[in-house]
C-alpha cells in the first residue's frame, strides 16, 4: 500500500521560505497522481495543487498560492515538493501530502475524495 511521509514542516516569520517534502517508498509516482492539501484549525481541507505522472501541475485556488508556491515531483527519487515563498499568517496549516493511482485517460483528482492514499501531514506555523 502506498504510504506517504511528510517532513520538512516548521516554524517561519512572514516572508519566510519553507520547502516540505513527501515521499512514498515501494512504489513510482510515475503511476501515481501526487496532491498537497492542507487544513488549518476550524477549516475544511482545501487543495493546494496536484502533480500527474507526466509532470503536469495545476494549483488550485490560484489566488491564494499564485506565484508563491511551486509545486514539483522528482520521479527517480520518489519525492514530491511543495517550495513556499513570501509566506503569510494565513498559509499556517497542517499539509497534507495524498496520491492515487493514475488510469489512462483519466484525469487527476481534484478534491480529497478522489486521493486513496494519505500521509500524517507536517505542520506549517508562520508568524506575523
Avoid at 65 to 74: I, L
Avoid at 99 to 106: E, S, V
Amino acid at each position: 500500500q502506498v504510504q506517504p511521509v511528510e517532513s520538512g514542516g516548521g516554524s517561519v516569520q512572514a516572508g519566510g521560505s519553507l520547502r516540505i517534502s513527501c515521499a512514498i517508498s515501494g512504489y513510482s509516482m510515475s503511476f501515481y497522481c501526487m496532491a498537497w492539501f492542507r487544513q488549518a484549525p476550524g477549516k475544511e481541507r482545501e487543495g493546494v495543487a496536484r502533480i500527474g505522472p507526466d509532470g503536469s501541475t495545476t494549483y488550485a485556488d490560484s489566488e491564494s498560492v499564485k506565484g508563491r508556491f511551486t509545486a514539483s515531483k522528482d520521479n527517480a527519487k520518489d519525492i514530491l515538493y511543495l517550495q513556499m515563498n513570501n509566506l503569510k499568517p494565513e498559509d499556517s496549516a497542517m499539509y497534507y501530502c495524498a496520491a492515487h493511482r493514475k488510469f489512462i485517460d483519466g484525469p487527476c483528482a481534484v478534491g480529497a475524495g478522489g486521493y486513496a492514499f494519505w500521509g500524517q501531514g507536517t505542520q506549517v506555523t508562520v508568524s506575523s
